[in-house]
């Protein structure tokens, strides 16, 4: 089977002391509504089911998806990003202007005064993301089934970095609406076949 996985659109900054899930931008809904155009215009081939990330920016990219290919949004706890729960959604970027101090920060488990721990967080997205190849295999033939993962910058680089060997967590920067195929065969082979498409947003 392939699995799309794909970042969220563009969403908005803020600070939320309940926790920061913040709805996506206009120019988010944008990118949203290209990225189903293309992929319901057939670019990748059939997609047979939608699974999202629980948070607000995830599942808003996956509904014109669901408008456009007809299939209900499965919401899996697994692939939320590693910043659920913080007060604040891209205000701490600010604080890194260079890229590589925000990589070096994540892959030591800290944003700013946020932390986590990466090697609980990786676990969980490799158990969700598995989890989905396992469940979308159910429905029919493994090598047809496609399905298209809704999900987060640091859940995409997590599950790379596993399918690589990787010891460090973050090593790319998706973008907003991205796609990154990843092929899963049924005897536990994956292979990457592309990462960070997003050439339907020109």
Not at 40 to 57: E, T
Not at 76 to 104: F, H, M, N, S
Request: overall charge negative.
């Amino acid at each position: 089977m392939e699995l799309l996985l794909i970042r969220h659109a563009k969403p908005f900054h803020l600070v939320d002391e309940s926790g920061a899930d913040p709805d996506l931008t206009g120019e988010g809904w944008v990118q949203a509504k290209r990225l189903a155009q293309s992929v319901g215009g057939g670019r990748y081939g059939p997609v047979h089911s939608i699974i999202s990330s629980p948070m607000r920016r995830a599942w808003q990219t996956a509904e014109p998806l669901r408008e456009v290919l007809g299939h209900d949004v499965v919401i899996d706890d697994r692939l939320a990003e590693l910043d659920r729960g913080w007060k604040e959604y891209g205000i701490t970027l600010d604080a890194y202007p260079r890229r590589r101090d925000l990589v070096l920060d994540l892959n030591a488990g800290r944003m700013g005064a946020n932390t986590f721990d990466p090697a609980e967080f990786r676990a969980r997205v490799v158990g969700g993301i598995e989890g989905v190849i396992a469940g979308s295999a159910i429905a029919g033939s493994a090598e047809e089934s496609r399905v298209a993962v809704v999900c987060h910058g640091g859940v995409i680089n997590a599950y790379l970095t596993h399918v690589l060997g990787l010891a460090r967590l973050v090593f790319v920067q998706p973008h907003y609406t991205s796609v990154t195929r990843v092929l899963a065969e049924p005897d536990g082979y994956r292979e990457i076949l592309s990462v960070n498409e997003f050439d339907h947003l020109t």
